[in-house]
């Protein structure tokens, strides 16, 4: 039975990632025959996970192979992102199709656990569509995560260590569900691989720049955890021992403290009290229309990027290196920068399969990572939480039916 | 069948990491019953791998448990290490137990192929035990090598790009046997932890000291390969940008370049024509005992080495992190340094868990971790290398049975 699940599970996640597909090439990608397709197929369709449909386009006649179509409408799972500057809510259906969202502009600093929690929850609850299957319910988080709960570990940015935040969304939210937790970059890199820049390249390093600068390594398709689960901490590589910039983390002239938004604001002279992603992108805007000092300020930052990049392209031989968030722009206007540090300083053997992108999921790779940790539990066992999350999401929000929460879905990367 | 004999090879892997163990402790581990040991025991003893012994002070009545013993004497591997200052042939019985070796100082640089592959081979031929099993031949080289067939791609050391060594010294031996090539810090990181350091440490950094610094790294337990297997080149991650020590890699300021060989004998002030790890180590004799240019280099040294495993625990978040080769020397006398830069460069997160430790196995690390290598394909199918191997080192050295080699063992980590 337990086989047969994850069978269906496997069949789903096709699906779930590469969109429609003919039963034909299903049994192909499975490695079984058109009748067990067929078997699997059914009971995802009688458990309303999935439909099938006449392709598009079929004027001919005789038998047209029926398409697999995922039910993205009605089945879906609440995604969070907690980035430096907003909050983000929303509905991501079955397929990774993100149905609707709600932002929310996020203080800069010191703000609390509950006050976090609750704006998130109150967003979430906006999205719910009752009658409908919530299958999960997944956060990105901007710091270092503890697998298996959800806890914050450290926040530098919030200021927050050792914070619950995981059990507190899932209480907050009120429809029965835990929330799987993992850290942004992780989540993003994560996500570009399954349907992104990476996808195909199993030994992958996705750099996420916003404050700071994350990192999410995979490693044989695997994500780098390391004995607890906190590796890639890309952002606090010392990259600058000599003169470097003071780190939020206490130390100074690691990598994100010389390449993240305050290093790049700071080197174009912007006022102090300008941030986030559109000043970064103010300022990559100016240096590629030939503004002189935002030009020297995107090519120092590119610099020190590239000096990350080709130790990290030494460390890992990585198939492809993928820039993300802010590091998204910064890398497009800084990549003679960049290129040159790591021809520079990267071995050749090393660099000789590594190419470079930018993130194809843009400002939502790491929302669509979170809600595919959402959608972990019902890729291992559809029929599970099928049977879980319709009650969920059939209760009134703001009502948890007691004692469900710990039987559902969990998940972490 | 194949799975029958997947599981001798697992019961000999026991047997040859842990040494003699009973069949109760092996039925323990490998999760079977002991008649299932015994059929198994029986086949291993009957192709000559393995002996039953009573165990040593058994005076009790009843029937004593036998215990499992590999035949270190009569079943064995040719492992070489090529590493700076010398090269190294050796005997190393089932069970990883050194029996015979020779070594020969080696010259410093532009040695070609043909003279270290002739004179590797005329150690190993000295070493052939005719009669007795040789399992398979491994070696360690002191570069980058190429997967599959121990092509090194670099080795900057000797002046050496896309050299066969592997192919060539198995030419040379004449026994019929390929030769499995591993770089020395990946070798040596295995090593640790199978029997060593790491023992029990999934995720684990192994740094190697010799002219340069190589970088062995588990991920899961498995060997961190990257895209092309040249992942861990450690030695070569930036750590001083501004004004690096030239490296022989064409950068300045790599790890190597900072922390080797010449910068602890330039910094201590040695006269130019010492080199070697006995230089090494009289340098940090010197620094122990008081002598103050000595202690500032050693010093020096430590501040860049730890520098470098920060930079690595806060990207691996390692369980352990082991010191080897000349590094075991320096880390000994420079650990204040190393663990005040961890102290004030890792994420407090990513180090909790991470201990330092010197290597176990000392100088014969990579010797060891070579061995195993050459074990490989008996512990996947004992009885098939069983068969071949014999018909190898029953030939008279020098003549290779025709046509046999491509058929032998060869395994790459």
């Not at 458990?47 to 995922?70: C, D, F, K, Q, W």
């Not at 398709?221 to 600058?240: P, R, T």
């Not at 002239?253 to 002279?269: K, N, Q, R, V």
């Not at 820039?323 to 540090?341: C, I």
């Amino acid at each position: 039975m337990y086989r047969h699940r994850s069978s269906l599970g496997d069949l789903l996640h096709h699906i779930h990632v590469s969109g429609p597909l003919s039963r034909a090439a299903l049994a192909e990608r499975m490695g079984v025959n058109r009748s067990t397709i067929l078997g699997w197929t059914a009971e995802l369709v009688a458990a309303g996970l999935v439909r099938e449909e006449h392709p598009a386009g079929t004027t001919r006649a005789g038998r047209p192979s029926l398409v697999v179509v995922p039910e993205s409408e009605r089945v879906w799972v609440l995604a969070f992102d907690v980035a430096v500057d907003r909050l983000v809510a929303a509905r991501v259906g079955l397929g990774g199709r993100i149905l609707d969202r709600r932002e929310a502009a996020r203080p800069r600093a010191g703000v609390d656990l509950d006050t976090v929690v609750r704006k998130l929850a109150a967003l979430g609850r906006e999205l719910i569509v009752p009658g409908s299957l919530c299958a999960g319910v997944g956060a990105s988080y901007c710091g270092m995560i503890r697998p298996g709960d959800g806890m914050v570990r450290y926040g530098p940015e919030m200021g927050w260590v050792d914070q619950a935040f995981g059990a507190e969304l899932s209480r907050a939210l009120g429809i029965g569900l835990p929330v799987a937790v993992g850290n942004e970059a992780h989540l993003g890199a994560l996500a570009e691989f399954q349907r992104g820049a990476g996808a195909g390249s199993s030994d992958l390093i996705y750099l996420h720049g916003d404050v700071g600068v994350g990192g999410g390594i995979l490693v044989g398709g695997k994500l780098l955890g390391g004995e607890g689960g906190y590796a890639s901490e890309v952002g606090h590589m010392l990259v600058n021992p000599v003169d470097g910039r003071p780190c939020l983390c206490g130390s100074r002239g690691c990598l994100e403290a010389e390449t993240g938004e305050c290093a790049l604001l700071d080197a174009a002279g912007r006022e102090r009290g300008e941030f986030g992603r559109e000043a970064v992108r103010a300022v990559v805007r100016d240096a590629v229309a030939g503004e002189r000092v935002a030009a020297a300020a995107v090519a120092e930052i590119g610099d020190w990027l590239g000096i990350g990049v080709a130790n990290l392209i030494n460390l890992f031989n990585p198939g492809v290196v993928i820039f993300g968030g802010t590091l998204r722009d910064v890398y497009a206007a800084a990549e003679p920068q960049v290129t040159a540090r790591i021809a520079q300083h990267a071995m050749p053997v090393s660099r000789e399969r590594a190419r470079l992108s930018v993130s194809a999921l843009a400002d939502d790779a790491t929302l669509i990572g979170a809600a595919d940790l959402g959608f972990a539990a019902l890729m291992s066992d559809p029929l599970e939480v099928r049977a879980a999350g319709l009650t969920a999401a059939l209760a009134p929000a703001g009502h948890a039916p007691a004692g469900h929460a710990p039987a559902g879905p969990a998940a972490q990367p």
